[in-house]
């Protein structure tokens, strides 16, 4: 090999290693956010463990945990955030719009969402699957004894597109009832109109619990016909503010790998020995300035909202009022698929 081409290569090479440590610009959306004072999450209406406003106006919920995560992380205050509640339909133009910097809210990722609408998805927060719920006095024990029966469903959502095309499938006729607001589409099924309800298993749960008068008289039918992985959206275009909501939630999830909790952060920063958890925690590696962000931006964020399965066992796990399983979204080393690159 000649002189000339080692020393290109050698340049090259010294590029890539000055480009590697050089910090990351903050990002116009970022800048927008640190103007104001406030990260501005769009989330849902109502939908109880995952986005919902008591009567004092306070949020609470998995989705809403994310957008106060993101919120220590950038300004060091997991209380400064705005909560836009939005329908099904709202959402995407919201974001698109800019009348929201992320939008938290129970949305399935597809690839016409991420192909066609000028969005950005993230990182995965919950792993569902699209189910049925029936009144137990109806004795329907499976999704194929729903043939030529009613269903409500939200319009505008892959709900009712993953209806019509089980029903086809099945030959079924199922006859969908749509609505377009997700109480009316509730209201519907427990007022008698349909005989079966469907949306994400989760919304089920949620919505039994919350809507119910009754929760034991409405059975959540086993059948799941759907892939629906969950998670936050950013508009395109800013790729410095979809690395840090997506870094955000890895990192809640190799928090929680590395047993890192809200109860342990602020002394595993001294004395933690762990290479890992040093560089999570900001202790002996500053990954914050390959975000725009400071070295304790992880650190903060866990304090806050907790890990990822301390934010699921509170807002939707066993213990909860929605009592789900953990399930595909225990981490992968526990039987799960949940899954965080390395924090490094």
Same mark, same amino acid.
């Given at each position: 090999?000649?002189?000339?081409?080692?020393?290109?290569?050698?340049?090259?090479?010294?590029?890539?290693?000055?480009?590697?440590?050089?910090?990351?610009?903050?990002?116009?959306?970022?800048?927008?956010?640190?103007?104001?004072?406030?990260?501005?999450?769009?989330?849902?209406?109502?939908?109880?463990?995952?986005?919902?406003?008591?009567?004092?106006?306070?949020?609470?919920?998995?989705?809403?945990?994310?957008?106060?995560?993101?919120?220590?992380?950038?300004?060091?205050?997991?209380?400064?955030?705005? %909560?836009?509640?939005?329908?099904?339909?709202?959402?995407?133009?919201?974001?698109?719009?800019?009348?929201?910097?992320?939008?938290?809210?129970?949305?399935?990722?597809?690839?016409?969402?991420?192909?066609?609408?000028?969005?950005?998805?993230?990182?995965?927060?919950?792993?569902?699957?699209?189910?049925?719920?029936?009144?137990?006095?109806?004795?329907?024990?499976?999704?194929?004894?729903?043939?030529?029966?009613?269903?409500?469903?939200?319009?505008?959502?892959?709900? $009712?597109?993953?209806?019509?095309?089980?029903?086809?499938?099945?030959?079924?006729?199922?006859?969908?009832?749509?609505?377009?607001?997700?109480?009316?589409? $509730?209201?519907? %099924?427990?007022?008698?109109?349909?005989?079966?309800?469907? =949306?994400?298993?989760?919304?089920?749960?949620?919505?039994?619990?919350?809507?119910?008068?009754?929760?034991?008289?409405?059975?959540?039918?086993?059948?799941?016909?759907?892939?629906?992985?969950?998670?936050?959206?950013?508009?395109?275009?800013?790729? #410095?503010?979809?690395?840090?909501?997506?870094?955000?939630?890895?990192?809640?999830?190799?928090?929680?790998?590395?047993?890192? =909790?809200?109860?342990?952060?602020? $002394?595993?920063? =001294?004395?933690?020995?762990?290479? *890992?958890?040093?560089?999570?925690?900001?202790?002996?590696?500053?990954?914050?300035?390959?975000?725009?962000?400071?070295?304790?931006?992880?650190?903060?964020?866990?304090?806050?909202?907790?890990? %990822?399965? #301390?934010?699921?066992?509170?807002? *939707?796990?066993?213990?909860?009022?929605?009592?789900?399983?953990?399930?595909?979204?225990?981490?992968?080393?526990?039987?799960?698929?949940?899954?965080?690159?390395?924090?490094?």
């Amino acid at each position: 090999m000649k002189l000339n081409s080692l020393k290109t290569i050698a340049a090259l090479v010294a590029t890539m290693g000055a480009l590697a440590a050089t910090p990351a610009f903050a990002g116009k959306t970022l800048d927008a956010i640190k103007a104001r004072g406030q990260v501005i999450c769009g989330v849902n209406t109502g939908l109880a463990g995952f986005s919902a406003a008591d009567s004092s106006g306070k949020w609470t919920g998995l989705d809403v945990d994310v957008c106060r995560a993101v919120a220590a992380a950038v300004l060091s205050d997991a209380e400064k955030v705005k %909560y836009v509640p939005l329908n099904a339909q709202q959402r995407f133009t919201a974001l698109q719009s800019g009348e929201v910097d992320v939008l938290s809210r129970n949305t399935t990722f597809t690839l016409t969402r991420d192909g066609s609408l000028g969005l950005t998805q993230t990182a995965v927060t919950y792993y569902d699957g699209q189910g049925f719920m029936v009144p137990v006095k109806s004795k329907i024990k499976s999704a194929k004894q729903l043939k030529g029966q009613t269903v409500c469903v939200q319009s505008g959502t892959t709900t $009712e597109k993953n209806l019509t095309d089980f029903s086809k499938a099945a030959g079924l006729n199922i006859k969908p009832v749509v609505f377009e607001k997700l109480e009316a589409a $509730e209201g519907a %099924y427990f007022s008698g109109r349909c005989v079966a309800y469907t =949306t994400d298993a989760s919304g089920l749960a949620s919505t039994r619990n919350k809507v119910a008068k009754n929760p034991a008289e409405h059975l959540i039918l086993p059948d799941l016909i759907s892939k629906e992985p969950l998670g936050p959206l950013v508009r395109r275009g800013d790729d #410095e503010w979809t690395t840090i909501v997506k870094w955000v939630i890895y990192g809640l999830l190799e928090s929680e790998e590395y047993g890192v =909790t809200a109860a342990n952060v602020d $002394e595993l920063k =001294t004395s933690s020995k762990d290479p *890992v958890v040093g560089r999570l925690l900001g202790s002996t590696e500053d990954t914050g300035k390959l975000l725009g962000l400071d070295k304790e931006w992880l650190a903060r964020a866990v304090k806050a909202t907790g890990n %990822y399965g #301390e934010i699921f066992e509170r807002n *939707v796990g066993p213990k909860s009022a929605l009592q789900l399983p953990r399930g595909l979204n225990n981490l992968w080393n526990k039987g799960g698929i949940q899954y965080a690159p390395p924090v490094r």
